[in-house]
């Protein structure tokens, strides 16, 4: 009898290797996946964006639950409704674990996900509106407040009396009569209002039977990550630094370029962080826009400086303190007064900056061989025959005609000679006699005559 091959030894022990890991693996594959994202901040433009892309990306990896750790004493409403709406509609399970605090805005957030969970000395509640002094908004927003508290909590089978009593005073006999509703994590508990008590993430897992679940935390890509660093109070004041200074050199030397391409990337810079985040809008966007176009006819088109210019200037200064705060068409009720003098800083602190730079750096500037080229070095000497201006003190009293419509400047013909005019008063028609009354340094004044 032959004996069995080595060969056929070994594929038989790795095809029974396989059989036995198969099931193992399987099961390893089949692991639900549970997608962590914090929210630790104002519920502002930025925090409403980063929840949007966190639940992107939980559903881009096809998360199984979904998990907030929140800790927030509130903000704007308008951007919590939104992430409202969003946890609402999310098709997989939604749990949120309070580390501390969900007050306002953060309660509002909290009873919008399917399972709530509190640590140990935790708060939710507490959600009446309160304008930019924090003194109570008027009836007509605690009125919506209310009423998406209520349909909120009916959506998830709580208690729809309790949550609207968290925004205004109620007499129900389970409170105390006349004080907004705030609940501890005992009181939440008992009222139906959580699920449980837990000390941790992993103490969150453990009670909703996901100890052995991969948890995958989510975390900002680098374009978003640039996102928020142009978002920092310092790089936005450098970048109005150089679009304001940008600007002032491009309005002294018209037409060199860089300068005002230098305060156009500095722009977009600027705006686009803002706009992605929610707090540049797109009329805003429009006025600095506006803003510079008004700049550009001045420099450009219209002679001198005056209403276009100083248009131009306000409505970009004003278009870049609109972009740092979070109003809503000039409704400035929920904007702090910190957060919006904290943009006027930055704005003249970056023009104040600009003003600097260009004090310090305008010498070495003119200096510099490239603007070295610009400059015209050749005298042209009055003992050579130059002259500034052309002698037409000969000319006052000549007759000729409009060679030219003269609206109200044009040319003259005088003696077979052509001269650049201007009419005292009105237009003057091609062909009409004119008569010279006076001459100016480059011109003549003329009058028409009958």
């Given at each position: 009898?032959k004996?069995?091959?080595?060969r056929l030894?070994v594929?038989?022990l790795?095809?029974?290797?396989c059989t036995l890991l198969?099931p193992?693996s399987a099961?390893?594959q089949?692991?639900?996946k549970?997608?962590?994202?914090r929210?630790g901040?104002?519920?502002?433009?930025?925090t409403?964006r980063?929840s949007?892309l966190?639940?992107?990306?939980?559903?881009r990896i096809?998360?199984?639950?979904i998990?907030?750790e929140?800790?927030?004493?509130g903000?704007?409403?308008?951007?919590?409704?939104?992430?409202?709406k969003?946890l609402?509609?999310?098709?997989?399970p939604v749990?949120?674990?309070?580390?501390?605090n969900?007050?306002?805005a953060?309660?509002l957030?909290?009873i919008?996900?399917d399972?709530?969970?509190m640590?140990?000395g935790a708060n939710?509640?507490?959600?009446?509106?309160v304008?930019?002094d924090g003194?109570?908004?008027?009836g007509?927003y605690?009125?919506?407040?209310?009423s998406?508290?209520?349909?909120t909590?009916e959506?998830?089978g709580?208690n729809?009396?309790l949550?609207?009593?968290?925004v205004?005073a109620?007499?129900d006999s389970?409170?105390?009569?006349?004080?907004v509703?705030?609940l501890?994590t005992?009181?939440?508990?008992?009222?139906?209002?959580c699920e449980?008590?837990?000390s941790?993430?992993?103490?969150?897992?453990q009670?909703?039977?996901l100890?052995?679940?991969?948890?995958v935390?989510?975390?900002?890509?680098?374009v978003?990550?640039v996102?928020?660093?142009?978002l920092?109070?310092l790089?936005?004041g450098?970048?109005?630094?150089?679009i304001?200074g940008?600007?002032?050199?491009?309005?002294?030397t018209p037409?060199?370029?860089f300068?005002?391409l230098?305060?156009?990337?500095?722009?977009?810079?600027?705006?686009?962080?803002?706009y992605?985040?929610g707090?540049?809008e797109?009329w805003e966007?429009?006025?600095f826009?506006?803003?510079l176009?008004?700049?550009?006819?001045?420099?450009f088109v219209i002679p001198g400086f005056?209403?276009?210019?100083i248009?131009g200037?306000i409505?970009?200064f004003?278009?870049?303190?609109?972009v740092?705060?979070?109003?809503?068409?000039?409704?400035?009720t929920f904007?702090?007064?910190?957060?919006?003098?904290q943009?006027?800083?930055?704005?003249?602190?970056?023009?104040?900056?600009a003003l600097?730079l260009?004090?310090?750096?305008?010498?070495?500037m003119?200096g510099?061989?490239?603007?070295?080229r610009?400059?015209l070095?050749k005298?042209?000497e009055?003992?050579e025959?130059?002259r500034s201006s052309y002698?037409?003190s000969h000319l006052?009293?000549?007759?000729?005609?409009a060679?030219t419509r003269m609206a109200p400047t044009?040319?003259v013909?005088?003696?077979d000679?052509?001269?650049?005019a201007?009419a005292?008063?009105?237009?003057i028609?091609?062909?009409?006699?004119i008569q010279v009354?006076?001459h100016?340094?480059?011109?003549l004044?003329?009058?028409k005559?009958s």
């Amino acid at each position: 009898m032959k004996s069995i091959p080595k060969r056929l030894h070994v594929q038989l022990l790795c095809l029974l290797l396989c059989t036995l890991l198969l099931p193992i693996s399987a099961l390893a594959q089949q692991r639900p996946k549970v997608f962590l994202f914090r929210i630790g901040a104002e519920i502002d433009p930025r925090t409403n964006r980063y929840s949007e892309l966190a639940l992107e990306e939980a559903t881009r990896i096809e998360a199984d639950h979904i998990l907030l750790e929140l800790d927030t004493y509130g903000g704007a409403v308008n951007d919590a409704d939104e992430i409202r709406k969003r946890l609402l509609e999310y098709p997989k399970p939604v749990y949120v674990f309070i580390n501390k605090n969900a007050a306002s805005a953060g309660a509002l957030i909290s009873i919008a996900c399917d399972s709530i969970y509190m640590a140990p000395g935790a708060n939710i509640g507490a959600a009446t509106v309160v304008g930019a002094d924090g003194v109570a908004a008027p009836g007509k927003y605690q009125s919506y407040m209310r009423s998406i508290m209520r349909s909120t909590a009916e959506a998830n089978g709580r208690n729809p009396h309790l949550a609207e009593a968290m925004v205004e005073a109620s007499v129900d006999s389970t409170l105390s009569a006349g004080q907004v509703l705030t609940l501890t994590t005992s009181e939440a508990i008992k009222y139906g209002f959580c699920e449980g008590k837990a000390s941790s993430i992993n103490d969150v897992l453990q009670q909703v039977g996901l100890q052995d679940a991969e948890l995958v935390k989510f975390e900002l890509d680098t374009v978003d990550k640039v996102i928020s660093f142009f978002l920092n109070p310092l790089i936005s004041g450098l970048l109005l630094l150089i679009i304001i200074g940008g600007l002032y050199f491009e309005l002294q030397t018209p037409g060199v370029g860089f300068p005002l391409l230098a305060a156009l990337v500095a722009a977009v810079f600027y705006l686009t962080p803002y706009y992605l985040n929610g707090l540049a809008e797109n009329w805003e966007i429009l006025l600095f826009i506006l803003g510079l176009v008004l700049l550009g006819l001045e420099v450009f088109v219209i002679p001198g400086f005056g209403v276009t210019g100083i248009s131009g200037i306000i409505l970009v200064f004003l278009s870049l303190v609109l972009v740092m705060v979070n109003n809503q068409n000039f409704d400035f009720t929920f904007v702090a007064s910190k957060a919006l003098m904290q943009s006027l800083i930055a704005v003249f602190v970056g023009m104040i900056g600009a003003l600097l730079l260009i004090v310090l750096s305008w010498n070495r500037m003119v200096g510099s061989k490239s603007m070295q080229r610009l400059i015209l070095h050749k005298k042209f000497e009055s003992e050579e025959g130059y002259r500034s201006s052309y002698a037409a003190s000969h000319l006052i009293g000549k007759t000729g005609v409009a060679h030219t419509r003269m609206a109200p400047t044009g040319r003259v013909l005088i003696d077979d000679t052509l001269y650049d005019a201007h009419a005292r008063e009105g237009f003057i028609e091609r062909g009409e006699p004119i008569q010279v009354i006076e001459h100016t340094t480059f011109s003549l004044k003329v009058k028409k005559v009958s």
